[in-house]
């Protein structure tokens, strides 16, 4: 049997991974109307997770199946709960730990699902090379079994060598390495090149054949051999590998050259086959040297038989010339070994214990298309209420329609008291002032948040950067700069949103001290509000054809509106589920093709109320002609003279729909900046938690390096001269050790309603390097809106929002002349106070 290298399994470690998981799973999919139970599922999971991790030791070729399975699951786990929401602090210990002194690394923890998964892929390759290194080569069931495991190794390992950083987003142990991996990969394939080669001397393939299946062989082996000999690799793999290696180099020349020999025999070219068979015995004991035990004796063997007969014939016989190798065409190679990638699922009777779940690209799609049929109601809703309050605005200029109702005396119209009623009912003006009083504190708090959470980060990244200039090179963990690039995005990002909204709140109290004294008039009783409004004559114009041609045209005024309120409500309540097309895509193509697919589907959905909108602000721009028209021939028959009293009534109706825009803007502005605090809490929790890990890290490094300066020996003595050459040498300075580090929306965009905020500070298991887990997306319409907020499924042009689905805004200044709301082009918005995200 020949000899093969078979990789060393990680190490685990018993972790708890029932009730995680089964508090993630509530969290994240379990609601109150469908109650989920995965006990049974996570009970298996966790019992199958115990019997591959520890069966996988016993290096049996059933252990492989079992271990697959387990593998399987955890493909399918990651692909529908984010990897870093499972918080197990998952263990692991490096494969190649030798028990060293010094302060490398030689476990992981990584509170992570992908972590788990690499780990258990190493020892998945690791367990193929052992299982086919104990493969009997003397048939075919075991040669194609051995071909087959090497093969596979080699792609599992070249897989974990292109996705291990990515997946843990950690410096990994020195077996997680890239570069340790893509060597075990090219060992993996010189191994499988070698069961062909075994194969095809079984098989007694063509001569021709077989050498150059050895020489490509040889070829592997060679490029093991740099690698090996290159640091780091020279001082971690077992010494005998890298001999074996070589030898096995040698013996695989010897072997081409061999049956390269047999082409030239059989072509009667005995020159050619002495030069072959003379190199071949030198390749032979090259081997044995080099691996220090005989491999391939029988072929070692059959070369001196052979190259004495040949010798033979041609001193008695043939007497050819005996050529240089060098002078000979080389031998051609044939490549039969390929890395097998990973298929999923490995196993032959794997069935997902999880199938109910929904994948994660699916929620992602889903999100996606929630923020698109938000933006749209959106928008849609802000086009209808920009157009009514337009129209308020002109009948407020016009007196209408208080100027055409009949009155006694100076009895106010009764639109104007009704008015009054509703700002008193409302709690008056003292109600706005102690919400437009609330504002700054909210404000004051968000801010000192932010800048606490600001000092925390500084405060690390200032430590880090002392460290790093004391120790230099010898501080080898991740720079703060490269971690917290993210952090200091988001930081930035929410204190655009704080300034955003002292913009607004200045634009809230102008617009209030501008409309403050006839809300004052507003709030008083009804005999105080006639008392203030100046007495005037009263045509008599009851049978005025312009006055039955106003009233009319109020008529139709108030049917728009209310069909307006039918269709807001239509926008709101309309609902779809997307999630069974996202699922056909998913298994049919194996992606979602999500912008398509929802914008197909909105347009189905609302693309009737999106035209009774168009139509709906179509209609009351005549109608808005015909009560300038009307309301001119109205002043006509009255008279041209001024009438204070019209000018009042006309102050007052503006000061009502001030009153309501108002009170609507400060409701959602202290909502707003109540959720604000919610997130700003999270993200200082979140940056905490790096905080803390960091110090943990740093602490831990710091350790590492004090033991590596108690154990440095002392500097090794001048070189001895000639006569003290007896004396005997002192032991060699020990080397340094070398730690392994561980790695707005529109008008007033304040949130309406968020689904469930996240999760307060340490209820949940913290991992190394936190990331947001974004709370559910608002699904109520932001009644002041024109854009979607930024979130963490948003689309390019959102601009990449923190994570953690950010409040919906707050106003921007005043838009100016001919401003269009963003995903409203071409429809101006007199009148609209305020603009949307615009500068974020």
Not at 382 to 404: E, F, G, M
Not at 428 to 445: F, H, S, V, Y
Not at 534 to 563: C, D, F, W, Y
Not at 704 to 732: F, I, M, N
Request: glycine content about 6%; charged content about 20%; some cysteine.
């Amino acid at each position: 049997m020949a000899d093969f290298i078979a990789v060393p399994l990680k190490k685990p470690t018993d972790v708890d991974i029932v009730q995680p998981l089964k508090n993630l799973l509530q969290a994240r999919y379990s609601t109150a109307d469908q109650p989920l139970d995965y006990s049974d599922a996570i009970n298996d999971l966790s019992k199958l997770r115990s019997n591959a991790i520890w069966r996988a030791f016993e290096k049996y070729e059933s252990s492989l199946e079992i271990i697959y399975g387990y593998y399987d699951q955890l493909v399918a786990l990651e692909g529908k709960i984010p990897a870093q929401e499972m918080q197990v602090p998952f263990k692991w210990k490096d494969a190649f730990d030798k028990g060293s002194i010094f302060g490398v690394r030689s476990s992981q923890t990584i509170a992570s699902l992908s972590f788990e998964r690499i780990c258990v892929l190493f020892n998945i390759a690791s367990l193929q090379s052992a299982v086919a290194s104990t493969q009997a080569l003397d048939n075919d069931e075991g040669l194609k079994l051995a071909a087959k495991l090497f093969q596979q190794a080699a792609g599992n390992y070249n897989h974990l060598k292109a996705t291990v950083i990515q997946s843990i987003q950690q410096e990994p142990t020195t077996d997680l390495n890239p570069d340790t991996l893509g060597a075990l990969a090219q060992l993996m394939l010189a191994q499988a090149q070698e069961i062909f080669v075994h194969k095809a001397i079984l098989n007694n393939m063509k001569d021709a054949v077989v050498a150059k299946l050895a020489a490509h062989c040889e070829d592997l082996y060679g490029d093991c051999a740099k690698i090996f000999q290159k640091e780091p690799h020279k001082g971690l793999f077992d010494r005998e590998w890298t001999s074996l290696i070589l030898g096995k180099q040698a013996a695989y020349q010897g072997i081409a050259y061999l049956y390269q020999s047999l082409v030239c025999k059989a072509n009667k070219a005995v020159g050619e086959e002495i030069t072959w068979l003379t190199n071949a015995e030198e390749q032979f004991k090259l081997a044995q040297t080099k691996a220090s035990k005989a491999l391939f004796p029988e072929l070692a063997h059959k070369v001196q038989r052979n190259l004495t007969e040949a010798r033979k014939d041609n001193d008695f016989i043939y007497h050819e010339r005996i050529p240089d190798i060098k002078s000979l065409a080389p031998i051609g190679k044939a490549a039969l070994a390929k890395m097998i990638a990973p298929a999923y699922p490995m196993s032959q009777n794997f069935k997902d214990l999880f199938d109910e779940l929904v994948p994660i690209a699916v929620h992602q799609a889903m999100a996606a298309c929630d923020v698109r049929k938000s933006e749209l109601v959106n928008v849609e809703i802000s086009k209808s209420r920009d157009a009514t309050q337009l129209l308020n605005s002109v009948l407020a200029s016009l007196n209408l329609p208080a100027a055409i109702e009949i009155t006694e005396g100076n009895t106010l119209p009764p639109s104007i008291l009704e008015k009054a009623e509703a700002v008193r009912n409302a709690g008056g003006i003292t109600a706005l002032e102690t919400l437009l009083n609330d504002l700054p504190d909210l404000l004051k708090r968000n801010t000192d948040i932010l800048d606490e959470t600001d000092r925390i980060l500084n405060e690390e990244a200032q430590s880090d950067r002392q460290l790093r200039e004391q120790f230099k090179e010898r501080w080898t963990r991740t720079s703060s700069d490269k971690l917290t690039e993210m952090f200091r995005s988001n930081i930035a990002k929410y204190r655009q949103i704080i300034n955003n909204a002292v913009n607004a709140d200045k634009t809230v109290r102008e617009k209030f001290e501008t409309h403050r004294k006839f809300m004052e008039v507003l709030s008083k009783s009804p005999e105080a509000v006639e008392a203030a409004v100046p007495s005037g004559g009263q045509s008599n114009l009851a049978n005025s054809s312009a006055v039955s041609t106003l009233r009319g045209l109020m008529e139709e005024v108030e049917t728009i509106k209310a069909e307006r309120d039918v269709i807001e409500s239509e926008l709101n309540s309309s609902s779809f589920d997307m999630k069974a097309e996202f699922m056909a895509a998913l298994a049919k193509d194996g992606a979602i093709n999500e912008p398509p697919m929802s914008v197909e589907c909105l347009g189905k959905h609302f693309g009737p109320l999106q035209t009774q909108v168009r139509q709906s602000i179509e209609r009351q721009g005549e109608l808005v002609a015909k009560i300038q028209s009307a309301h001119s021939q109205f002043v006509n028959e009255r008279g041209s003279t001024t009438n204070n009293r019209d000018e009042v009534m006309s102050q007052l109706a503006a000061a009502h729909d001030a009153f309501r825009d108002l009170q609507n803007h400060l409701k959602e502005g202290t909502k707003f900046y109540n959720e604000l605090t919610q997130l700003l809490v999270v993200t200082q929790n979140k940056i905490s938690d790096f905080c803390f890990a960091r110090k943990t890290e740093k602490e831990e490094l710091l350790k590492d390096l004090t033991q590596e300066s108690s154990r440095q020996t002392t500097p090794a003595p001048p070189a001895r001269p000639e006569y003290h050459k007896d004396v005997p040498t002192g032991p060699p300075s020990s080397a340094p050790s070398q730690p392994t580090p561980q790695g707005v929306q529109g008008n007033l965009p304040y949130p309406v309603y968020v689904q469930g905020m996240p999760v307060p500070y340490g209820a949940s298991v913290q991992s190394p390097y936190p990331s947001y887990a974004p709370p559910p997306m608002p699904t109520s319409y932001n009644p002041y809106g024109t854009m979607p907020y930024p979130n963490t499924y948003s689309f390019p042009q959102a601009g990449g929002f923190p994570p953690g689905a950010p409040p919906q805004g707050y106003p921007h200044p005043p838009q100016q002349q001919g401003y269009h709301p963003p995903g409203a082009p071409g429809q101006g918005q007199p009148g609209y106070p305020y603009g949307g995200w615009g500068t974020l």
